[in-house]
């Protein structure tokens, strides 16, 4: 074993513009911002970057992205082209709220699937993916044996109007590391853009899961073991 297995991987690009540009490539090829769908913020210092509006999100440039300055609350980089992602509201309250570093928000057919299978709560326990969700209240991550519990708020006609129920949810849900929007996505966010990509890479690969489990009548929150009555073989 060599003496840096345990280094720390540290990607070497840290504009925030250059940043969400190369991520929402990789998220359209995931399916999760397709058809201009979805977006993503980072917050650097005072400086808040957001997509543009209504844009295919894996075209974009780093000079389409609007840069809003939270302490004099002006836009310092504002194409003229466009508007500001209609998620910018919902992407604030998760700044202020939970203190995040960068806001993510697909549309991925896990999250819509899960948001109609689950009611007012998505629940799993006893997957080991968990262990890539942190705790959020306290420092650490979720043991293989804590449920994950991620709120699901109603849909609105306009992607700006879900704030109020988010804002809401950020509250009720001091542990969740994520919304679920009806019929529509997720909102996850984290304490810098690698950790908020890490938890939606792993929160979407629990979705599917439990979906898939649930089809195989199967209750991802259900104790270990309870899965074998369900065993053919
Ligand atoms: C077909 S996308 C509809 C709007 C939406 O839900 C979304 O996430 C994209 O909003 P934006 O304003 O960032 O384009
Ligand atoms: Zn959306």
């Given at each position: ?6 280094a ?9 513009a ?30 808040v970057?957001v ?61 819509v ?7 007012r709560?998505f ?65 996850v ?28 009548g ?16």
């Amino acid at each position: 074993m060599g003496s840096d297995t345990n280094a720390q991987y540290v990607p070497e690009e840290t504009d925030p513009a250059k940043i969400i540009v190369e991520l929402c490539k990789l998220f359209y090829a995931q399916g999760w911002v397709t058809g201009t769908a979805g977006g993503m913020s980072i917050k650097d210092g005072d400086l808040v970057y957001v997509a543009p509006s209504g844009v295919q999100k894996e075209r974009m440039n780093p000079v389409d992205l609007f840069v809003y300055d939270t302490k004099s609350k002006t836009y310092v980089s504002k194409p003229e082209l466009y508007k500001p992602s209609a998620c910018t509201p919902l992407f604030m309250a998760c700044y202020e709220q939970r203190r995040a570093g960068a806001c993510i928000h697909t549309h991925s057919q896990n999250a819509v699937m899960a948001s109609l299978l689950w009611g007012r709560e998505f629940r799993i326990a006893n997957i080991e993916q968990v262990k890539a969700i942190p705790k959020v209240v306290e420092p650490g991550n979720l043991s293989f044996f804590d449920t994950l519990v991620i709120p699901i708020i109603e849909n609105t006609a306009h992607e700006e109007d879900l704030a109020p129920d988010l804002e809401k949810a950020l509250l009720e849900y001091p542990m969740a590391p994520a919304v679920l929007v009806r019929r529509h996505g997720l909102y996850v966010w984290g304490a810098n853009v690698w950790k908020a990509k890490i938890i939606n890479e792993a929160i979407d690969y629990l979705l599917e899961l439990a979906v898939k489990m649930r089809h195989a009548g199967i209750d991802p929150a259900g104790d270990i073991g309870s899965e074998q009555l369900t065993r053919k073989i």
